[in-house]
Nanobody, 124 residues
């Protein structure tokens, strides 16, 4: 397990962009796949973006494909989620998670470390 700290949330207008970062503490960060999940009030947690431990592969939730981009820097132990063309339905608490599992990419059982989350609000 490791400590994960998210940053970069806030308020943005529809159509705008925002970048979230996830900073990790683990020495073995490069062993772990990282995913971003989000949860809105009254809704189930949703997998948003996933990246292979060596950044060889990425995967995205259907609702964000073409708008969000996940990247991983093993040297800096950070993962970034670039969110473009944001919509009100993207509002929620975004958490990053780390795990050693592979498939299915967004299975919660693959992740054993979670950040506290950062709030993203898309509103005019």
């Amino acid at each position: 397990q490791m400590d994960l700290v998210e940053s970069g949330g806030g308020l943005v207008q529809p159509g705008g962009s925002m970048r979230l970062s996830c900073a990790a503490s683990a020495f073995t960060f490069d062993y772990y796949a990282i995913a971003w999940f989000r949860q809105a009030p009254g809704k189930e947690r949703e997998g948003v973006a996933w990246i292979h431990r060596a950044a060889l592969e990425t995967d995205y939730g259907d609702s964000v494909k073409g708008r969000f981009t996940i990247t991983k820097d093993n040297a800096d132990k950070t993962v970034t989620l670039q969110m473009d063309d944001l919509k009100p339905e993207d509002t929620g608490t975004y958490c990053c998670a780390a795990g050693l599992g592979y498939m299915p990419h967004f299975s919660l059982r693959n992740f054993d470390s979670w950040g506290q989350g950062t709030q993203v609000t898309v509103s005019s």
